[in-house]
C-alpha cells in the first residue's frame, strides 16, 4: 500500500497566512499541519509516502521533511502545477503507485479514528469514510441504506438527502488511475473525487466507513482554531 498526501492548492480562505507559506505549513498548536496525515498513514502501517505540493512550495516541504528517515519512511515528492480537483491531484501518483494500492489523505484533514484495520484489510475496489455533520452542503454526501451500502454520493449538493460527509481520506485499488482517465471535468472545470468514487459505486465495487472520533478540515480560519484547541487537549492529557 502506497500513502499519497495532497498538500496543493493555494489556501486562500487562510490568506494572509498562506501570502508566503503553504496551507499545510502552518503550525496547528505545537506541530505543523503536515504530520498529521503523516502520522495517519504512518499510524496505518504506510511508509512509502508522496508528497503533492504546489511548485511554490516544492522546496520548503523538501526541506523540511527530507527523504522521510527522520520519520522512517521514505517520502517522494511531485508538483502539482495548477489545482485542477482531487482526481487531478491524484493522477499525478500514478507513476509513484505503480500496480499498488494506494490510500489518499488530504493535507490539511485532521483524524482522531484509527485506520490500520481498513488499509490492512483493503483488496480491491474503493473505500470511503464518512462522518455526520451538521453543514453537508460543504462536503460530498453520502447515502447509504440500512446495511451501511452507498446508495448515492453527490458533491456539494444545495439541499443534501443525509449528514454523512464524505471524508479526506479514500483507499484505492490499482485500477483508479485508468478510472480517472474517464472522467469529464465538471461545472467548476476539475476532476472530481465525488465523480470518480461514483464510477466505483457503479461498479458495485465502493465501500464506506462510518468513523468515529474527531475529524477536522482545517482550511478555515475556524477550524483552524478548533484544531488547535483540540491538539491542546491531546497534548494536556498525555
Not at 205 to 230: H, M, N, P, V, Y
Request: overall charge negative; glycine content about 8%; proline content about 5%.
Amino acid at each position: 500500500m502506497k500513502g499519497i498526501i495532497l498538500a496543493g492548492g493555494n489556501g486562500t480562505r487562510l490568506s494572509p497566512l498562506t501570502r508566503v507559506t503553504s496551507k499545510q505549513l502552518l503550525p496547528i498548536y505545537d506541530q505543523p499541519m503536515i504530520y498529521y496525515p503523516l502520522h495517519t498513514l504512518l499510524q496505518a502501517g504506510i511508509t512509502e509516502i508522496l508528497i503533492i505540493t504546489a511548485p511554490d512550495h516544492a522546496g520548503d516541504f523538501l526541506n523540511f521533511l527530507g527523504s522521510g528517515r527522520d520519520f522512517k519512511a521514505k517520502f517522494t515528492y511531485e508538483i502539482q502545477d495548477k489545482p485542477m480537483g482531487l482526481a487531478q491531484g491524484l493522477s499525478i501518483a500514478e507513476t509513484f503507485v505503480g500496480d499498488d494500492s494506494c490510500t489518499m489523505i488530504l493535507g490539511d484533514n485532521i483524524f482522531e479514528y484509527n485506520f490500520t484495520k481498513d488499509v490492512q484489510q483493503f483488496s480491491a475496489g474503493a473505500k470511503i469514510f464518512v462522518k455526520p455533520v451538521s453543514d453537508p452542503e460543504r462536503f460530498g454526501v453520502v447515502v447509504m441504506n440500512e446495511h451501511n451500502q452507498v446508495i448515492n454520493i453527490e458533491e456539494k449538493p444545495t439541499k443534501p438527502k443525509s449528514n454523512l460527509a464524505q471524508t479526506g481520506i479514500y483507499i484505492y485499488d490499482q485500477q483508479v488511475f485508468d478510472l480517472i482517465r474517464a472522467l469529464q471535468p465538471s461545472a467548476r472545470h476539475e476532476l472530481e473525487i465525488t465523480d470518480l468514487n461514483n464510477l466505483y459505486l457503479a461498479q458495485g465495487t465502493l465501500s464506506a466507513q462510518l468513523i468515529t472520533g474527531e475529524w477536522i478540515d482545517t482550511g478555515t480560519f475556524e477550524s483552524l482554531f478548533k484544531a488547535a484547541q483540540f491538539r491542546r487537549q491531546q497534548v494536556r492529557k498525555s
